[in-house]
């Protein structure tokens, strides 16, 4: 039987850099941002009768494992967790960094980049409307576009503007779960 | 109980690390990096720079700008240049 909590070791060794080079207000503000993305996840799953198998914590990220649900489930699911983010924003007042964080990881989270949330729900709403090998080849064409202008608009950032590395991790953080494993009932 | 040794068709025997030893190892990681963190702080306050930027400022002013010309926006771009400002705190001058 499958694990509810899967701990990879890459989560753990992403968490505790993070950790270490961020102030502790920024990194506790990382985590109730990601707990509010995976609690969106889990909440639309919940309503809309979808079986939640267990979570796997990975270096790219945490990872519901769901039973089986249809494209427009899917879809809805997949928003989800962007959306508790940006409803979170409400919060701006009074946790301006949670708020901050949340967006920056709603932003990361809808770039449409399967199996990144945003490329999940372009893939799903293009396969409502277009037969499965259509569907898939375009979704794979602009995973490509938008991986290929992240590196190019990080390498920019990083040489010329000199914002330092950070776009750079994102963009190969984004490149390296566009070449993972195709997540099958996975969200 | 689950043998930690798995057959994969096909692919000979692999080795599976057991769930508990991942965990140990996990924990293990993070306290070593609390313990970097508390007793070498020098040590990231070293590498944050690296990660930020020495020009970031300019980039955390932007989006400071961005935000805040939306209602309401303007803690968000507080945040940000405090984020900022945290994370080149103790760089050396160049």
């Known amino acids: 039987m499958p694990r509810r909590l899967d701990v990879g070791p890459g989560w753990a060794a992403v968490t505790a850099l993070l950790c270490w080079l961020c102030p502790w207000r920024v990194f506790a503000a990382f985590l109730a941002a990601a707990l509010c993305h995976e609690a969106g996840h889990a909440a639309a799953l919940c309503a809309l009768g979808v079986r939640i198998d267990g979570i796997s914590l990975r270096a790219g990220g945490a990872v519901l494992r769901t039973g089986p649900m249809d494209y427009r489930r899917e879809l809805l699911c997949a928003l989800a967790g962007p959306a508790a983010n940006l409803l979170a924003l409400a919060l701006r007042r009074v946790w301006p960094d949670f708020c901050l964080v949340g967006l920056g990881l709603a932003a990361f989270n809808l770039l449409p980049v399967f199996p990144l949330d945003g490329g999940r729900a372009l893939r799903a709403a293009l396969l409502l409307v277009f037969p499965e090998h259509a569907a898939r080849a375009i979704s794979a064409w602009v995973a490509a576009a938008v991986c290929l202008l992240l590196a190019g608009g990080a390498i920019w950032l990083s040489a010329a503007e000199h914002t330092g590395l950070w776009p750079v991790l994102a963009a190969a953080l984004t490149a390296l779960r566009a070449v993972g494993p195709d997540g099958k009932n996975v969200l | ?94």
Do not use: N
């Open chain 2, 1 to 94: 109980m689950e043998s930690p040794i798995q057959e994969y068709p096909g692919k000979g025997r692999r080795t599976t690390i057991p769930c508990a030893a991942r965990l140990a190892a996990s924990l293990l990681l993070c306290a070593a990096v609390l313990g970097c963190k508390h007793f070498y702080p020098e040590t990231a306050s070293r590498l944050r720079p690296w990660l930020v930027g020495k020009d970031g400022g300019r980039t955390a002013a932007a989006f400071s700008r961005l935000v805040s010309s939306v209602e309401g926006g303007a803690p968000l771009g507080r945040a940000a240049e405090t984020f900022y400002a945290e994370m080149t705190a103790d760089a050396a001058p160049s």
